[in-house]
């Protein structure tokens, strides 16, 4: 997850994938990341994501989508 840049092809992933997962209507990421609406988040952070995704120093919001979706397919397979 220490990526320096990610690729379009990856942005695309993560794009895909949104589009096709069932968020819970909010989520505690952790002690201190609450989101009150996950879909529109995700939508947002994908959004910035295609702007961003080749600078190293604007890569939060691509770590943020890649936690996000860890936790909704862990909480998938539980």
Known sequence: MDKNVYTIEEVDDLKAWAEQAEFPAEMQLD???????????????????????ENPRLQGCLRLLERIKARVEEEKRS
Not at 41 to 49: G, K, N
């Open 31 to 53: 002690k201190a990341v609450y989101i009150p609406d996950v879909k529109e988040t995700v939508h947002r952070l994908i959004m910035q994501a295609y702007v961003c995704h």
